[in-house]
């Protein structure tokens, strides 16, 4: 990493700045370390159940001083992007917090031009799933917000929006468009405005695959860090290398 100057920061919230309801150790401590040297950074997150402004709140009532603009997540990303098509009919995915992500845009039940996935997590009955089959099958396009695996709540890893992303794509024989990381453009959002190129930001996350793999193919260094999701066998086994594996967040900004 020493060969490499980091002037910015993308950082994942779960899994790094808290687990669902918990707070990781050390992690406000470092984001308020982080403040004072006033290092440029961004969290960039695959979280799809929340709006910005209440991401941002919640890191807000934790002690971390953040605008909602300095969170990115998947929800902005792609409203953003069905924005530049104003009369595009939307099928929502994704729990009523993150829907206001989408206010302005045009919402259906039936007949949407769009199926948009996020985590709805016990939302994911049956009928939704097979409502948003027929409309893909029906023609519509499947944007998946994210594609992870799992999460981690409380001491439990759970199941996460990708497998039933999966699901979908496998029932309907198409494949979904990514918005979240590991995706590029996910990326090149979460760094516009930070100024700073792709070769000097480190992502710092817990999940290897989408986090440090997609931050080093888009030209970022990957930092682990050992907390949220982080199993050392499930990281073995994808082979692949990150810049930097650390602690936790505390760990990484004592090393900067
Ligand atoms: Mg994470």
Do not use: H
């Not at 259906?108 to 099958?137: E, I, K, M, W």
Request: charge should be negative; include cysteine.
């Amino acid at each position: 990493m020493a060969e490499r100057e980091i002037k910015g920061l993308l950082i994942d919230i779960d899994g790094v700045i808290y687990d669902d309801e918990e707070v990781i150790p050390d992690s406000i401590y470092a984001m308020r370390w982080l403040q004072q040297k006033r290092i440029p950074f961004r969290f960039a997150t695959n979280a799809t159940s929340r709006s910005r402004a209440s991401l941002a709140g919640r890191l807000r009532d934790l002690g971390i001083e953040v605008a909602d603009d300095q969170v990115i997540n998947t929800p902005y990303v792609a409203a953003r992007e069905l924005r530049e098509r104003p009369w595009t009919r939307c099928m929502l995915l994704v729990k009523e917090d993150a829907r206001r992500e989408f206010d302005g845009l045009t919402l259906v039940d039936r007949d949407p031009q769009v199926v948009v996935v996020g985590d709805l997590a016990s939302g994911f009955d049956y009928a939704t799933l097979n409502r948003a089959f027929q409309a893909v099958l029906g023609g519509a396009e499947l944007l998946a917000l994210q594609k992870d695996r799992f999460w981690r709540v409380r001491d439990e890893l759970v199941l996460d929006a990708g497998p039933f992303v999966v699901a979908l794509e496998y029932a309907t024989g198409r494949n979904a468009r990514l918005v979240g990381k590991p995706s590029r453009d996910f990326f090149r959002v979460a760094l516009e405005g930070m100024g700073i190129p792709p070769q000097q930001v480190a992502m710092v996350g817990d999940d290897i695959e989408n986090d440090v793999k997609g931050a080093q193919e888009a030209g970022l260094l990957g930092i682990l860090v050992q907390t949220g999701k982080y199993r050392p066998d499930l990281v073995e086994r994808t082979g692949i290398q990150p810049d930097l594996v650390v602690k936790n967040l505390g760990d990484f900004v004592a090393r900067f």
